[in-house]
């Protein structure tokens, strides 16, 4: 679904049943010079999805004919990488940690600003590029601990080869601490893209608890991240690619 159009400008689907807010993102991104698609539901995005090409998904959680998040698991099911950030009046941290896991890749709250959506699809979309480009000369397995994991199918394959599936969320975070091992991570450094506000999230914590839990599956994993307090996290072990 990867989008642009001759000149190399990226492509925005923008899916909100409210015309003032749809209007007023559409507006707000178009200042940097994306190309701006929209539809007011879901039936709306899979008529734009199968004619048009797109780089990224703005996705309201509720929507006439069906909910965001159902939607969500079902590109995800059907292997469409597409970024996706969830925009939704649903704020608890439980909400935002289901949408993560369900394949959304960033979480915004309404009422919300403006430009803080401008900042996050620019570096969600940054972050999409460098991960495209370093897939290429990427080596499929990392070792930590007792541990294996399948960057390419996104998977912590055990010592008796038993396979434990990762949410896009755990992932996400499991690779972060896999580029910088030994190194305590602070929730910004986690998160790059959602840096204004993620101090002050503790969607996070519950995000590694649940991390936690799948290592701690094999004897050696349930201590492999550990918690620094006033700091962040570390993965405290060797990480080996092979």
């Known amino acids: 679904m990867t989008g642009g159009d001759r000149t190399g400008r990226k492509t925005v689907l923008v ?27 879901i039936a709306g995005l899979r008529r734009i999805c199968a004619a048009e090409a797109v780089d990224l998904i703005v996705l309201d959680l509720n929507l006439p004919d069906g909910d965001g998040l159902a939607l969500c698991r079902e590109l995800r099911a059907r292997d469409i990488a597409t970024p996706v950030i969830m925009v939704t009046a649903r704020g608890t941290a439980i909400d935002r940690v289901l949408g993560l896991e369900l394949g959304a890749d960033d979480y915004l709250t309404k009422p919300f600003e403006p430009r803080e959506l401008m900042a996050r699809v620019r570096n ?4 999409t590029e460098g991960n495209a480009a370093a897939a290429k000369v990427q080596r499929r397995l990392v070792r930590f601990g007792p541990w294996r994991l399948d960057l390419f199918q996104r998977r912590l394959i055990a010592p008796d080869e038993g396979l434990v599936m990762l949410s896009s969320a755990e992932f996400r975070l499991l690779s972060r601490f896999i580029e910088e091992p030994n190194r305590v991570l602070s929730r910004e450094e986690l998160l ?12 996070i914590d519950l995000q590694v608890s649940r991390l936690r839990q799948k290592l701690g599956q094999i004897e050696g994993g349930a201590d492999l991240i550990l918690t620094v307090r006033s700091e962040g996290y570390v993965l405290a072990c060797p990480v080996i690619h092979e």
Do not use: C, F, G, H
């Open 15 to 41: 899916v909100e049943d409210d015309e003032d807010i749809r209007d007023l993102i559409v507006e707000q991104l178009a200042r940097d010079n994306y190309r701006l698609l929209a539809a007011p539901d």
């Open 124 to 127: 969600l979309l940054r972050r």
């Open 192 to 203: 790059p893209e959602r840096k204004a506000t993620v101090a002050y999230d503790r969607s």
